[in-house]
């Protein structure tokens, strides 16, 4: 008989690719995770694992045990939520959602509200995360729901095994300090920011990569970006106190910014689209957040 424990220990390796990742996830040690995965195969009857130097690697039992794990263990998730749901007579049981600062604050945190009042029996755990570690984590089972955003001309990769449905669809504004030389032009031109200094989120995320594309495409320069925050409210404070200019959708602008002046940008308009993803198959409770998120998308 396979331990789906062990089988939720097999897929995590194969997801993460070193018995240390998957130790660092679940919060192993790699040679429990390694007595754990030898037990497994004793129970398949199979070699699942292969040395690779000092890495191991999935053999084709492993990978053909992982692709069946991934059914039982959406078939376990259904039947757990089932059960809770029956027993409080309405969708209950916990769902773990991550969203990113402003949809935290626009979105979720108002659909948590609500929630408590129409679902009580559903316990929603938030976190604060990007998109970009935040889909690993939902493939794994370690969040039922994320929400993300998908800057215009820069696609998140499709996976099939996970649903999208969007939120928001959002115009990206230019934030300049309100005494900017250019301030008081309701349209400003980005090559006339070419010596500015500028504010963005950290390398490797969407808004970074947004902001440096649209300085390069639509205002021909390389921008001096000198302030560095996931955080989009730092972003608007070093703004209005450091001078600095820095692009940012309109669902951070939404509770009003004093001290800056928001402007659209003459070269062309730029997008951000908020966007749910969970699992396809969702369990009733997993249904419920996601029609209180829509529901509070502005």
């Given at each position: 008989?396979?331990d789906?424990r062990?089988?939720r220990?097999?897929?995590?390796?194969h997801?993460r690719?070193?018995?240390h990742?998957?130790?660092?996830?679940?919060g192993?040690?790699p040679?429990?995770?390694?007595?754990q995965?030898a037990?497994l195969?004793?129970e398949?009857?199979?070699?699942l694992?292969?040395r690779?130097g000092?890495?191991?690697?999935l053999t084709?039992?492993?990978?053909?045990?992982?692709?069946?794990?991934?059914?039982?263990?959406?078939?376990?998730?259904?039947?757990e939520?089932?059960?809770?749901?029956i027993?409080?007579?309405?969708?209950?049981?916990?769902?773990?959602?991550s969203?990113f600062?402003?949809a935290?604050?626009?979105i979720a945190?108002?659909?948590?509200?609500a929630?408590a009042?129409?679902?009580?029996g559903?316990?929603?755990e938030?976190?604060?995360?990007e998109?970009?570690?935040?889909?690993p984590?939902?493939?794994?089972?370690?969040?039922?729901a994320?929400?993300?955003d998908?800057y215009?001309?820069?696609?998140?990769?499709?996976?099939t095994?996970?649903?999208?449905?969007?939120?928001?669809?959002?115009?990206?504004?230019?934030?300049?300090p309100?005494n900017h030389?250019?301030?008081?032009?309701?349209?400003?031109?980005m090559?006339?920011?070419?010596?500015?200094r500028w504010?963005?989120c950290?390398?490797g995320?969407?808004?970074?990569?947004?902001?440096?594309?649209?300085c390069?495409d639509l205002?021909?320069?390389e921008?001096?970006?000198r302030?560095?925050s996931?955080?989009?409210l730092i972003?608007?404070?070093?703004?209005?106190?450091a001078?600095?200019?820095a692009?940012?959708?309109?669902?951070v602008?939404?509770y009003?910014?004093?001290?800056?002046?928001?402007?659209?940008?003459?070269e062309?308009?730029l997008?951000?689209?908020?966007?749910l993803?969970?699992?396809t198959?969702?369990?009733p409770?997993?249904?419920?957040?996601?029609a209180?998120?829509?529901?509070?998308?502005?």
């Amino acid at each position: 008989m396979l331990d789906l424990r062990r089988l939720r220990l097999l897929r995590e390796l194969h997801a993460r690719g070193t018995m240390h990742g998957a130790a660092r996830a679940l919060g192993y040690t790699p040679s429990a995770i390694s007595q754990q995965l030898a037990v497994l195969e004793r129970e398949a009857g199979a070699k699942l694992l292969e040395r690779t130097g000092r890495n191991v690697r999935l053999t084709d039992a492993g990978h053909a045990l992982v692709r069946h794990a991934a059914v039982l263990l959406d078939g376990l998730e259904a039947a757990e939520a089932e059960v809770a749901a029956i027993a409080a007579g309405h969708p209950a049981g916990v769902v773990r959602v991550s969203a990113f600062q402003s949809a935290f604050l626009r979105i979720a945190a108002p659909a948590v509200a609500a929630l408590a009042q129409s679902h009580p029996g559903i316990r929603v755990e938030v976190t604060e995360a990007e998109v970009e570690e935040s889909i690993p984590a939902l493939r794994l089972r370690q969040l039922d729901a994320v929400v993300g955003d998908e800057y215009s001309g820069q696609p998140r990769p499709v996976h099939t095994d996970l649903a999208r449905e969007p939120l928001v669809q959002e115009q990206v504004r230019l934030v300049l300090p309100e005494n900017h030389p250019l301030a008081h032009k309701a349209q400003v031109q980005m090559a006339d920011l070419a010596d500015a200094r500028w504010a963005a989120c950290q390398p490797g995320t969407g808004h970074r990569a947004m902001q440096i594309r649209a300085c390069r495409d639509l205002g021909h320069f390389e921008p001096d970006l000198r302030y560095a925050s996931d955080d989009f409210l730092i972003l608007v404070e070093m703004v209005r106190t450091a001078g600095a200019c820095a692009l940012l959708p309109d669902l951070v602008l939404g509770y009003g910014v004093p001290g800056v002046a928001v402007r659209t940008i003459a070269e062309g308009t730029l997008h951000r689209e908020v966007f749910l993803l969970t699992r396809t198959t969702r369990t009733p409770a997993v249904e419920a957040v996601a029609a209180a998120l829509h529901h509070a998308a502005p």
